[in-house]
């Protein structure tokens, strides 16, 4: 079983639409958490770290379910800028793993 | 602040050739990690560094290497180039080693092997 796992997607999604990504981990000793947003051919960026509450910035919330070892990003009113692979990251110890990214497309 | 920077952006070798890859991390940060990203894949955990160490290494083998000088900048070396190691390269940084620490991506050297 790979570390992390995402839906590969791609996510095909209108304008508006919400739209909801999960992320399962194997670690049980994985600490922290995070998404990042990668554009086409370009770096991923940090969109958010998770937080074991839940945490919540603007259109976005991240949640994490330590139980089922699962992190889940919810976009809501989704945009056309959007469209970008989501990168779910999990660390233990002094690793950091990326998942292998789920793909979204907001199409107009 | 300047960020992550990468160089070159793009750099085109033959087989058997060796690539140079250089990063500048974010002005504080010790810790500098390499990736490898081919086309349509996920990132692959190459090195990390820290404090001009060797820390922890991915799966890959030995042809790939680099190191950190004492100003925390790094360099990846890819020996006996072969045609699979055409990719996006990226490097990250990070304040220190150790839990929770964000990660921050450089635009990455995209390598092509002829």
């Known amino acids: 079983r790979k570390e992390v796992e995402q839906d590969p997607g791609p996510f095909n999604v209108p304008e508006g639409a919400t739209v909801a990504f999960n992320c399962t981990y194997s670690?049980?000793?994985?600490?922290?958490f995070f998404w990042y947003r990668q554009d086409c051919r370009k770096e991923p960026k940090l969109l958010m770290s998770v937080y074991s509450s839940g945490n919540e910035d603007g259109r976005f919330t991240a949640q994490l379910n330590r139980a089922s070892q699962y992190i889940s990003l919810l976009i809501r009113d989704s945009k056309l800028s959007d469209s970008a692979t989501y990168l779910c990251v999990v660390t233990y110890g002094q690793n950091f793993v990326f998942g292998p990214g789920t793909r979204l497309s907001v199409l107009p | 602040e300047a960020g992550v920077t990468q160089s070159p952006t793009h750099l085109i070798k033959t087989r058997g050739q060796q690539a140079t890859l250089r990063c500048s991390p974010i002005?504080?940060?010790?810790?500098v990690y390499w990736y490898q990203q081919a086309l349509g894949l996920g990132l692959q955990f190459l090195l990390w560094?820290?404090?001009?160490?060797?820390?922890n290494r991915g799966n890959f083998p030995p042809r790939f290497s680099g190191r950190q000088f004492p100003n925390y900048s790094s360099e990846l070396n890819v020996n006996a180039l072969e045609l699979e190691d055409s990719a996006l390269y990226l490097c990250a940084s990070s304040l220190e080693p150790g839990e929770g620490n964000i990660q921050y991506f450089g635009a990455g050297t995209r390598l092509s092997v002829l």
């Open positions: 670690n049980s000793a994985s600490q922290s």
């Open positions: 560094y820290d404090e001009g160490e060797e820390r």
């Open positions: 002005s504080g940060h010790t810790s």
